[in-house]
DNA sequence: GACATCACG
DNA sequence: GACGTACGTGATGTCC
């Protein structure tokens, strides 16, 4: 055994955080035989395997351990009997896990260390002060803030999620101070996911910015008086005993007493033996292949269990073999992709996945496609890849030599994706069907691995491949950047080497056909079979043709208004360089927020976690009842906002091909249900101001044709009603009364006849509040109203509609016990964050109050468009739907039958929710047409 | 790439 | 009683 010294270089790694990192990065696996939950011991080996494996460069260790708590009770718990008091219970599932991870340290050789009644960041803190007097270096692997107070000197951090060292600069950036001040600012800022106080009121931001002026936390503390915002003196002074409590709960101990010695930490490897025993003892099959390929010996032979045990472990995956990149077939001729099209028609399904030449399905182009049959066994086809760079027989940008007849390929593979009988999966299918739409091919039947883990884990996690992927595969594949590059040198996929291409997307397809596998047996367990199969997955042909269809937006009209806004702009400008005396841009908040405030000296000083002024619009509508400069600033802004975003963008989005504008719809985007509408989003074209809702003048129908506007009217308000149970609402709605004019009334005892203006915009304001989850503070800041005031309406809400304070808590009660919500239609909407302590409690309290009411109303009208073209397929091609809004739909459809078009869409959307659900409430569609979408509303 | 701002339901 | 607040999105420009 050498001493440690200088050359030396230690690894820390911070056991509990690879532990928990791997028991939630993982679905709940158990141990076959006995049932024995291994999750996250499986996730912890392989983070051990990869951490050790990897090639570290320059900082390489020579030592290396795992550190670990020891006990619940430490020091700190006795210097303040809260600390960390507000810690979630162990989970049930992770309990019986952590001693098998301390084994498992041990199984890797690698030294597993722990003291009693000290945390694992104290004993990290004492060895790195070892090893840092003993001239060597140290690399603590963790993310956790806490530990940041040990960087300097030879000790860096490492992330290994984010596979990022983090330095003094790390830090810096983290915490706005040096790291030998993180102690100080953790001391004043509190954390309350340790439940330590810190000083109320003051954040990161605010300590970092003291603690630059003051040097010291005991120099800032003495000269509190100085300090000149009031509120901030006062804090200082009177919760001096309890920062300083703090700052002894956040500061590490570095004398923790130690049984071991650097030298005993040794780097050692594996006893082949040892390891491979243990890891067949927990049965991992995979893990055991791979590490024993690594080690250069034979896995064990794991039994499999008898058939009859088999339902005990349902949620186990299904045993995979491992990923292996070399395995995937190139197919270079007919006679080989005809047996590949045939091995699918046995099976019956395929994973599928297309190669194209960008992300927009309208102008990419497809250079290949890629198929799997079964886990581990997939194929690559490329069609149109063409040479890169020079030094080859083929110049650059020619097809080249050796690929299937484009023509040929597709006939065969056509035959193949039309196949009733055979299952086409896909991850994210909508690209894939638009781009193989456009060479003419129709797939069906599908699935999607996307939105099936939508319809399981919306609210939870995103649903892209690499995410799924990771989570429930435990694989991360091979990120695109590597084969495409990124930035200056990024290349489009037909530039990719042939054999490059073939290893990732072969992977692709491999990787959906085990999600797929993984998935499919879980959705009727969750629940949400329905759901898949009726709001998601039919989602997909809808969509790809109201995308593929576009709408025709009229290039002369925005480019005139265009035109129109730069000569405005200009006179604005001038007129508000001439107000301030100086020129500046007048789009750059910070520099107007200088103008107003320093140099002009208005009131409404500073805000926000940058310590730049806000100069949002309500600021400035306040300012600009008494000055200038805001009130043309806000002409400004929205002068300059209808430009940008919308006269000049949307003319870069009309299709030189088809002349029309085509968005792409996210079916899995947002957690609620809704879709989400993006390059270009034409969700959010302008319509409340008279100025903007004239860009909608330029969205036009083709000749001989109306757009039509169908609208749910108040559908948020109505199921409300129906969820809540409100029987007032209910009849106001039944009987087709002013919903917001009847809540004035009820509220504020108000006969209808005597309503003013004023009364109802306070109670419509409410409504949309209840739907928000409301709070006194938000409804005052809407209504600029006394926040007393505000919170009385509330009160008096609840009093009259007793029904929604009941509909909310038991919404939120629903919530904290499952971490779901449910809408009316059986969509699933995880909660996460609902059991968090904090600021982050309200959040997520609102949410989920929230998501049952806006996840209802995306349910119903995603009802009605997947039962939208079988309803207007009389109509064949002269009608077409073209747009959806949240609660609207926008048509194009030949004058002469835009009535018919109506009476059937309207039929379709108010009977969107029967059969399944029976709203005690009428769904009423409100209808226009005309010659652009301004006039069809 | 983070942040502020602002467009929609 | 304090915490920091309306819910859900996407695009743009500034600034580091």
């Known amino acids: 055994m050498s001493e440690f010294g200088k050359g030396c270089h230690l690894h820390l790694i911070d056991g509990s955080a690879f532990i928990f990192r791997a028991f939630h990065a993982l679905p709940p696996l158990t141990r076959k035989s006995d049932g024995l939950p291994v999750g996250a011991v499986q996730g912890f080996c392989d983070m051990l395997r990869r951490y050790v494996g990897r090639d570290h460069g320059e900082f390489a260790p020579t030592h290396i351990a795992v550190i670990f708590d020891k006990g619940s009770h430490t020091f700190r718990n006795d210097l303040y009997a809260e600390y960390k008091a507000n810690r979630d219970e162990m989970p049930e599932d992770l309990r019986p896990q952590i001693p098998l991870t301390r084994r498992a340290t041990e199984a890797f050789n690698i030294a597993c260390k722990e003291v009693e009644g000290y945390e694992a960041d104290d004993i990290i803190a004492t060895l790195a002060r070892q090893a840092r007097e003993a001239g060597g270096r140290v690399t603590i692997v963790s993310s956790d803030k806490d530990l940041m107070q040990l960087v300097g000197d030879g000790v860096e951090m490492f992330d290994a999620m984010k596979n990022r060292r983090i330095d003094r600069d790390g830090v810096m950036e983290k915490f706005g101070v040096t790291p030998d001040k993180v102690v100080d600012v953790q001391a004043l800022a509190g954390d309350s996911t340790d439940n330590v106080p810190g000083a109320p009121g003051i954040g990161i931001k605010t300590a970092a910015l003291l603690l630059n002026e003051y040097d010291t936390l005991e120099a800032l503390l003495d000269r509190a008086e100085e300090i000149k915002q009031k509120k901030r003196r006062e804090t200082l002074i009177e919760y001096r005993a309890q920062i300083e409590l703090s700052k002894s709960l956040v500061k590490l101990d570095e004398n923790t007493p130690l049984d071991f010695t650097l030298a005993d930490l040794e780097l050692r490897d594996p006893d082949p033996e040892t390891l491979l025993g243990f890891l067949a003892e927990m049965e991992f099959r995979t893990l055991s292949k791979r590490i024993a390929e690594t080690l250069g010996t034979d896995a064990p032979t794991i039994p499999e269990q008898a058939p009859d045990t088999a339902d005990t472990i349902d949620d186990a995956p299904v045993e995979q073999p491992p990923f292996d990149p070399d395995s995937y077939v190139c197919i270079r001729d007919l006679e080989t992709l005809g047996t590949w099209i045939g091995k699918a028609r046995e099976r019956g399904w395929v994973a599928i996945d297309t190669e194209t030449t960008g992300l927009n399905e309208m102008t990419a182009e497809l250079v290949g496609v890629s198929l799997c049959i079964e886990a581990g066994q997939a194929a690559y086809l490329p069609l149109a890849h063409r040479a890169e760079g020079d ?192 020129t500046f841009n007048v789009g750059s908040p910070k520099q107007l927020g200088e103008i107003l405030f320093d140099k002009m000296g208005l009131e409404g000083g500073k805000k926000g976690k940058t310590g730049a002024y806000a100069t949002g619009a309500d600021i400035l509508e306040d300012l600009a009842t008494e000055h200038e400069l805001p009130a043309r600033v806000l002409d400004w802004r929205q002068i300059s906002k209808l430009k940008s975003t919308y006269t000049d963008a949307l003319q870069e989005h009309i299709n030189p091909a088809t002349g029309r504008v085509h968005t792409s719809y996210s079916i899995a985007g947002a957690s609620t249900g809704r879709l989400a509408s993006t390059d270009p989003n034409l969700q959010n074209i302008p319509v409340r101001t008279e100025e903007g809702r004239r860009i909608r003048e330029a969205f036009v129908p083709e000749n001989g044709r109306v757009l039509v506007s169908l609208d749910y009217s108040q559908i948020e308000l109505r199921i409300l009603a129906h969820v809540a149970g409100i029987d007032a609402l209910k009849q106001a709605f039944r009987d087709g009364q002013d919903i917001h004019a009847m809540t004035a009334s009820e509220m504020f005892n108000v006969p209808m006849d005597e309503m003013t203006p004023e009364v109802r915009r306070q109670a419509k304001a409410i409504n949309f509040g209840v739907i928000y989850g409301i709070s006194g503070f938000g409804l005052a800041r809407n209504l600029r109203i006394p926040r007393a005031d505000a919170q009385g309406f509330i009160d008096r809400y609840f009093e009259r509609f007793p029904g929604i304070k009941a509909y909310m808590d038991d919404t939120v009660a629903f919530a904290k016990a499952h971490n779901r919500v449910e809408t009316l239609f059986g969509r699933v909407i995880h909660t996460p964050e609902i059991n968090a302590k904090g600021p982050r409690a309200g959040f997520a309290r609102r949410a989920a109050i929230n998501a049952p009411i806006q996840g209802t109303a995306a349910d119903i009208i995603r009802r009605a468009m997947v039962r939208m073209p079988g309803a207007i397929a009389p109509l064949g091609t002269r009608a077409a739907m073209l747009l959806q809004v949240h609660d609207e739909l926008l048509f194009e459809v030949e004058a002469d039958a835009a009535d018919d078009l109506v009476a059937r869409a309207t039929e379709v959307m108010e009977g969107a929710a029967d059969p399944v659900v029976a709203l005690d409430v009428p769904l009423v569609v409100e209808a226009g047409q005309g010659p652009n979408w301004a006039a069809a509303h």
């Open 391 to 582: 030094g080859d027989l083929f110049g650059p940008g020619d097809i080249l030599p050796n690929q299937v007849d484009r023509e040929a390929a597709l006939s065969l593979l056509r035959d193949l994706l039309e196949d009733p009988a055979v299952m086409k999966i896909g991850q994210n299918m909508k690209y894939d069907a638009k781009i193989l739409a456009r060479t003419g091919i129709a797939i069906a039947p599908i699935d999607d691995t996307m939105l099936m883990s939508y319809a399981m884990n919306g609210g939870e996690h995103g649903h892209g491949m690499d995410v799924l992927s990771e989570r429930y595969l435990g694989h991360q594949p091979i990120p695109i950047k590597e084969v495409i590059g990124s930035g200056k040198s990024q290349k489009t996929f037909d530039r990719v080497p042939i054999a490059d291409a073939t290893r990732y997307a072969a992977e692709d397809a491999d990787i959906t056909l085990r999600l797929w596998q993984l998935f499919k047996p879980q959705l009727h367990r969750v629940r949400v079979t329905r759901v898949y199969e009726t709001m998601e997955r039919p989602m997909v042909p809808v969509l790809a043709a109201m995308e593929m269809h576009g709408v025709k937006v009229d290039r002369d009209t925005l480019s005139r208004m265009s035109a129109a806004f730069s000569q405005k702009m200009a006179g604005l400008e001038a007129e508000i360089h001439a107000l301030a005396g100086e």
